[in-house]
């Protein structure tokens, strides 16, 4: 049971320095320069769709109007 714990916390931390790292999450000072209490800030995600078109496989193929996934991310920096 502690192993299986252990290895929960140690798989979150490394979530935390992977989104650390790619920029997903990011850390700031409290304004007084404390390095005690940092606020962590998170970016936007917004996941939708839009329409494209796309050759789409029949007996042959034809170009159809679909709705294709798009994410864009805000970065509030």
């Known amino acids: 049971m502690l192993r299986a714990i252990l290895i929960i916390v140690a798989l ?3 979530v935390l320095i992977g989104m650390t790292a790619t ?3 990011t850390w700031f000072q409290t304004p007084n ?3 005690t209490s940092l606020n962590p ?3 936007d ?3 939708g769709t839009t329409t494209a078109n796309v050759q789409v496989p029949n ?3 034809t170009t159809k109007q679909v709705d294709v996934p798009v994410v864009t991310v805000d970065n509030q920096q």
């Open 23 to 25: 920029g997903w999450l």
């Open 59 to 61: 007996v042959g193929t």
């Open 45 to 47: 995600l917004e996941v």
């Open 41 to 43: 800030k998170v970016n």
């Open 12 to 14: 979150i931390i490394l």
């Open 33 to 35: 320069g404390q390095t």
